[in-house]
């Protein structure tokens, strides 16, 4: 994990995007156990507050699920989860950008298709 306490992007927000970014890669599997709140705080000189709060979020998301006395684990299905989110964010903010430029360089929508196939055909 690495985190930027520069970022305008706040330490808890961090900790939630880098636990899954590591989901997402494959480096926690559904049903994994997670390293704890005190490790990751530990470890990175985080307050152990900061970090409880962003495991709360993907937690409140489904992604996450603690177990009494055993820790925190991958939920079955977060995977699907994040793929959603992930294609959410990507339709709704960079899929918007890239028409309103394209809208902005005079393209038509079929020149901007022909374009976006040839490169993803690559």
Request: net charge negative; no cysteine; aromatic share 8%.
């Amino acid at each position: 994990m690495k985190f930027n306490y520069d970022s305008d992007i706040s330490l808890f927000q961090q900790v939630a995007q880098q636990l899954e970014e590591s989901i997402f890669q494959g480096i926690y599997a559904e049903g994994d156990q997670v390293p704890s709140t005190t490790e990751i705080s530990a470890a990175y000189q985080i307050n152990p507050a900061t970090v409880l709060k962003g495991m709360n979020l993907l937690v409140a998301e489904g992604v996450l699920e603690k177990r009494r006395g055993t820790g925190t684990f991958v939920t079955s299905g977060a995977l699907a989860i994040l793929q959603k989110k992930r294609r959410t964010y990507f339709s709704e903010r960079q899929v918007h950008e890239l028409v309103h430029m394209a809208k902005g360089l005079g393209l038509e929508k079929a020149e901007l298709l022909k374009l976006i196939e040839e490169v993803y055909d690559k």
